[in-house]
């Protein structure tokens, strides 16, 4: 191995290198590197092995040995405590370790026959409390009761003469389930069937009423025989109500014996904890069993238990199948897939087809978060683990809300019901974290306080200790922060993280005014704390404005934006906490419609996350950016940038991911956007296949991509497959989303747009009121969202004619958005347009007005950068059209120019939009008295017009007529005849009839002409057809 | 000791008193066994103590908060994880010479599991591994010291060495994997 600096830099850069690519990838590079460098190759590839062999090594932290205290380098060193020589009828033989609770020491009994080797557990610090010995006969007696061969019996138990609780067990020589599988190399069947056994001994306590709580490999030993013996019912709750439990020890003791690791979501909130709890730990193990890894993906060990907290409450396990292909996040527990497999007696593609179905179907059912979609028990769990090894159908069936559940959670936090329970989750963890951390402060009067403070307000919601029922994470809420800064007012640090806490607990329960109160709060005292730059005092202040995004105070969220920026930039490195800073602060002025300072922030946070150099964050602002960029008529930048975030998605996170599915996805609609039908469907389809493959059938996400699809049918012309798309979408969402999830009533006015267009009134009504109430449950009032509903809607109801109706829906729009948004922002612009459109409609007499609604939009429009070309120039070409009706022809006429203009140079000349705006100025020439000018115009229309719409389109017909027109009032006849009476032809096939307009042009021409005849023939009022 | 003391000694440190460095390691070294028997008697009955949260203790215990910046809090933590690979260093040395021969059992019946699993590593042999590797790249030493002595993570340690926290996990896979290549039994 290297041993001078620059080898070593040398190996280490090539194995960096190597670490980013798939297996097969690197044995390729490997190969290439020993032609070039044998030696080299040699050493990197060692250094590979010995970090895919590496496993824990090193990955927890030593743990500090008892005996430390006991350094002879100690000045007042303290001898060990003496062993005692006997407890009771026993005979202690040694220590046998340490353990959450106490020591266990080696024993035997000495009084009589039975010589068997016990276990004795004498429970020390705060388990050695005199008040609770009584409360562990009560249990002793219960828990003797079980006996079961996978059971580590429970024989004795007893006070020492210093008055310690003591427990006697069943003395188990065995190692640990997980090692013990791994050390043999036991195939998935043996690792099954040992679970199997687990689970039968799990469900027998289960059926005495006994839950154990802290299943774990640690607690689950197998003997040489192969027995599994579960250990440890110390923590164990009683279930029936009225029994006096541990339960009760559990929280006063401030929830220390937790694993989190192995908890069920239930069980870190204080939910009430049932047999399920132990269903999902089992669950837990299985799948690290099948695997080699935890479920919840960069799992940190030691630090990070906030988002392992996380993980367990919001994560979706990623599939079992899937997750033992992925190389291993670099700080997460377990082994790669090599290695996994290697321990399984497998290689990776068999191990993972091995899993795939039924397995992975299990292991979803068991590991859901919602106790209740779970197995209702360990023997059912079993049951289909005993049916899968029989090779028989297994009961779960492919829910595969579990995979969505967790992400759709991550997504949509806000939109969820689900979600109060994961935020409960994080406060009480967070509760937990706290007590541990302060455990080690138990000196101090701040520790104190603080740990009474904690346990009281967040270890209550137990049905044991409180009223009957579980408190609701509200109230829980409610009582945190009202008595905090009555009981902590001394300690502003700890106030400060217990009140940011709590602010991020309300707003994922979506109570934002409660929110802020708490934040406000937090922020005061970390400012007092920390001094009001430090990054402590950035941190709220991001969470903060979040909070105050979503409730719609959007100057507010910028003003806390702007100052935890300035934070940010005055504290450096720049690192995520500031890429994240930034963006947040560009998205908020991109909704606020100020795009410039919103485009050099999007930069600067592209270039900090660029420096800092982490791939995912790189990617996230990429994507997010070029979101932005494609409406700066930079649509070649902002497809560089999706493709960027596309390749280092697809790099760092392997072609099948959802974040790789959602830049797809948003890629696809920017194409769609940009006309480009046939890639954005390709982008689209390849978005859909992997959430296909992620999802099952059934997912937000993948509904998501339907819904595009629908759009681009849509402009496609294909309304039937669009219709059907949307029909799935809304399904989907239905089936997978909370009542109020947004994207329902996004893709519900997609399908009321689509049903417009081919004249299903009704329908499309019904489903515009069903996504504005939706909007307006979900969102709190005045938020822009929801006037963009009214919009569409209004649209809608003032084409039935309801003017009135229509009008005050318009209005209300107006005003919401130009509070929310500022005058100027683009939406204000197309809701002024669309109450221009209703005006317009109402006749003659509303014209005026309608013109001043175009024109203030128009002018909005026209002053933002951002405004599409394509909406600056139909927004000229509405306000033209109204000119020329209203007689402002001069004016009309060079707003059509200036449209034509700037749809040329974007589009080209054959564009349909450009066609349409030749129509109207054909139309303003003929009406100023000027056909020469007009019948060029329309015959340029009308043959771009052919070329993309089929011939029988009314637009198609529109230049025709026009063009016939022009022609008529050329008094060129013979050239005008052909489209005037292919008109009347047309028309009266299409409709029955031909419209009165077209057959009095095809009469004037006659007559005009001189060919009289066919000019008394066309006058009649039913036409050619009754000849 | 006054936590006003340890402030400054540690800013004389930062501006790099070798001075201050001895001054600071005997103060700190006993304080932290001191807090670490008292842990063992009767304070906590959990005997899963990590380095960590004993560091974090000391940080709160030593430091005068009014004075320490945010900047003396991760040089603090980065001091710490050299005094605890000295101090527990030292402390498998000892007892290298006095359990000779003494064979200890390893059937726990819980948590002490994951203690053994965590202490699993020769600690010596780490040591004198690690000074090599500081011979190789003295950052990937001192990353090693932070995260597994000193208990950081990721981000702790990036702050730390104030370099980016992708930088430090390349690092630390690459040196992870060299000294269990170092460590690692022969194969025969």
């Known amino acids: 191995m290297a041993t001078n600096r620059e080898r070593w830099h040398q190996v280490r850069a090539r194995f960096e290198e190597l670490l980013e690519l798939s297996t097969a990838e690197r044995a390729a590079a490997l190969a290439g590197l020993a032609e070039e460098d044998p030696e080299l190759s040699r050493e990197v590839k060692a250094l590979l092995g010995w970090h895919v062999e590496a496993d824990h090594f090193l990955n927890e932290p030593p743990a500090l040995p008892s005996s430390l205290s006991t350094d002879r380098t100690s000045a007042d060193a303290m001898p060990e405590p003496p062993l005692p020589e006997s407890l009771g009828p026993y005979r202690i033989l040694g220590p046998l370790g340490q353990g959450g609770m106490g020591t266990v020491y080696r024993a035997e009994r000495g009084d009589d026959a039975y010589r068997k080797p016990v276990a004795i557990k004498v429970l020390e610090g705060p388990y050695r409390r005199p008040e609770l010995v009584s409360r562990f006969r009560t249990e002793r007696q219960i828990l003797a009761q079980l006996d079961h061969p996978n059971i580590a019996t429970l024989l004795d138990g007893g006070t020492t003469p210093a008055g310690q609780p003591y427990l006697v067990m069943e003395l188990i020589e065995g190692i640990p389930i997980d090692r013990y599988c791994d050390d043999r190399r036991l195939p998935v069947e043996a690792r099954l069937r040992l679970i199997v056994k687990v689970a039968a001994a799990v469900q027998y306590a289960h059926r005495h009423l006994v839950v154990h709580r802290d299943l774990k490999p640690a607690n689950i030993l197998v003997t040489d025989e192969g027995e599994p013996k579960l250990l440890d019912f110390g923590i164990a709750k009683i279930l029936e109500p009225s029994a006096l439990s541990l339960t009760v020890l559990a929280t006063e003791l401030g929830v220390a014996p937790l694993t989190p690791e192995y908890a069920s979501p239930e069980q870190i909130t204080g939910r009430p904890i049932t047999a399920g709890s132990d269903v999902y730990s089992l669950g837990v193990l299985l799948y690290e069993l099948l695997t080699g890894r935890s479920p919840y993906r960069g799992t940190l060990r030691g630090s990070g238990l906030e988002r392992l907290a996380q993980a367990i409450v919001r994560e979706a396990p990623e599939r079992a199948s899937v997750a033992v292909l992925s190389p291993l996040a670099p700080e997460a527990r377990g082994v790669g897939p090599e290695e996994a497999a290697a321990r399984r007696s497998s290689e990776p593609r068999h191990l993972a087809r091995r899993l795939a179905g039924d397995l992975d179907t299990v292991l979803a059912k068991a590991l859901t978060k919602e106790p209740e979609r779970r197995y209702g028990s360990a023997d059912q769990f079993a049951a289909d683990l005993e049916a899968h090894l029989d090779g028989k159908p297994v009961q779960a069936r492919p829910d595969t809300f579990f995979y969505r559940s967790g992400k759709f959670l991550r997504r949509h936090a806000w939109a969820s019901s689900a979600t109060a329970a994961a935020f409960l989750i994080l406060v009480t963890l967070v509760a937990v974290l706290w007590l541990q951390r302060l455990q080690l402060l138990r000196q101090t009067h701040r520790a104190e306080t603080v740990s009474t403070f904690l346990t009281n307000v967040f270890a209550t919601p137990d049905p044991a200790q409180a009223r009957g029922d579980a408190l609701s994470a509200r109230e829980l809420l409610d009582r945190g922060a009202n008595r905090i800064e009555r009981e902590l007012v001394r300690e502003p640090e700890v106030l400060g993280d217990l009140l940011l806490t709590i602010g991020r607990s309300y707003k994922g329960l979506g109570l934002y005014a409660q929110a802020g109160a708490a934040l406000d709060r937090a922020l005061a005292e970390r400012r007092r704390a920390e001094g009001a730059d430090s990054p402590a005092v950035a941190e709220v202040l991001q969470e903060l404005a979040e909070a105050k995004t979503f409730a719609g105070d959007y100057p507010t969220a910028e003003r806390h934006l702007r100052q935890a920026v300035s934070i940010r930039r005055r504290t450096p490195p720049l690192g995520q906490p500031a890429v994240e800073a930034l963006m947040q602060l560009a998205r908020a002025l991109e909704l606020k419609g100020e795009r410039n300072e919103a485009a050099e922030l999007f930069a600067e946070a592209l270039a900090a996350a660029r420096r800092v150099g982490d791939r995912a964050t790189i990617a996230a602002v990429l994507h997010r950016t070029a979101i932005f960029d494609r409406q700066d008529h930079r649509p070649e930048i902002s497809e560089q940038r999706f493709r960027e975030a596309l390749a280092l998605r697809r790099e760092t996170l392997g072609a099948d991911h959802p974040d790789v599915a959602v830049t797809l996805n948003d890629l696809g609609l920017f194409l769609l956007e940009q006309g480009r039908f046939a890639e954005a469907e390709k982008r689209l389809r390849e978005a859909e296949a992997i959430e296909r493959h992620l999802y099952g059938a059934s997912h937000p996400d993948l509904a998501t991509t339907l819904n595009n699809l629908g759009l681009l049918r849509g402009r496609q012309n294909r309304p039937k497959e669009a219709e059907e798309l949307f029909q799935n979408a809304v399904a989907m969402l239905q089936a997978t989303t909370a009542a109020e999830h947004p994207l329902r009533a996004t893709v519900g006015q997609n399908l009321g747009d689509l049903l417009q267009n081919q004249g299903r009134q009704d329908e499309a009504e019904k489903l515009y009121r069903q996504a504005l109430d939706l909007r307006q449950r979900a969102l709190p009032p005045g938020h822009p969202d929801t006037a963009a509903t009214l919009n569409n809607l209004a649209r809608l109801v003032g084409s039935r004619q309801r003017w009135a109706e229509a009008t005050t829906l318009l209005q209300e729009a107006l005003a919401t958005s130009r509070t929310a948004l500022g005058s100027r922002h683009p939406q204000v612009a197309t809701i002024l347009n669309s109450l221009g459109e209703l005006e317009a409609l109402q006749g003659k007499e509303h014209l005026g007005q309608a013109r001043d609604y175009y024109r203030e939009g128009f002018e909005i429009a026209r002053t933002n950068p951002a405004t599409p070309p394509i909406d600056l120039a139909m927004a000229l070409n509405n306000l033209g059209s109204i000119e020329v009706e209203i007689g402002e022809l001069a004016s009309a006429k060079a707003r059509f120019k200036e449209a034509l203009a700037l749809l040329e140079s974007t589009f080209g000349k054959d564009h349909l939009n450009v066609a349409m705006v030749r129509l109207s100025l054909a139309g303003a020439e003929l009406e100023s008295g000027n056909p020469k000018a007009a019948s060029p115009a329309a015959a340029a229309a009308l043959s771009v017009l052919l070329k993309n719409l089929p011939a029988t389109d009314p637009w198609v017909l529109a230049g025709h007529r026009m063009l016939g027109k022009s022609l008529l009032r050329e008094k060129r006849f013979a050239s005008a005849e052909p489209h005037l009476a292919l008109l009347v032809r047309k028309t009266s096939i299409g409709s029955g009839s031909a419209s009165r307009q077209d057959l009095a042009l095809l009469a004037e021409l006659y007559a005009a002409w001189g060919r009289l005849p066919e000019a008394s023939r066309e006058r009649s009022p039913h036409g050619p057809g009754e000849s | ?188």
Do not use: C
């Open chain 2, 1 to 188: 000791m006054e936590p006003s003391d340890v402030t400054a000694l540690l800013l004389d440190w930062n501006e790099g008193s070798r001075q201050a460095l001895d001054s600071l390691m005997p103060l700190v070294a006993d304080e932290l066994k001191k807090r670490a028997r008292s842990y063992f008697q009767n304070e906590r009955g959990d005997h899963t103590l990590q380095p960590t949260a004993l560091v974090n203790e000391l940080y709160l215990r030593l430091l005068d908060r009014r004075q320490a910046s945010w900047q003396s809090r991760v040089h603090f933590f980065a001091f710490a994880s050299r005094v605890m690979r000295r101090i527990l260093v030292d402390h498998a040395r000892g007892h290298q010479a006095s359990k000779r021969g003494g064979g200890a059992v390893t059937i726990t019946l819980d948590d002490s599991l994951a203690l053994v699993a965590g202490a699993q590593v020769d600690l010596l042999a780490l040591d004198q591994a690690l000074d090599r590797l500081a011979e190789l790249d003295s950052d990937q030493a001192r990353i090693v010291e932070l995260r597994f002595f000193g208990g950081l993570s990721i981000p702790e340690t990036a702050a730390a060495l104030e370099i980016g926290e992708a930088t430090v996990n390349r690092r630390w896979a690459s040196a992870r994997a060299w000294l269990y290549g170092q460590l690692k039994p022969l194969e025969v």
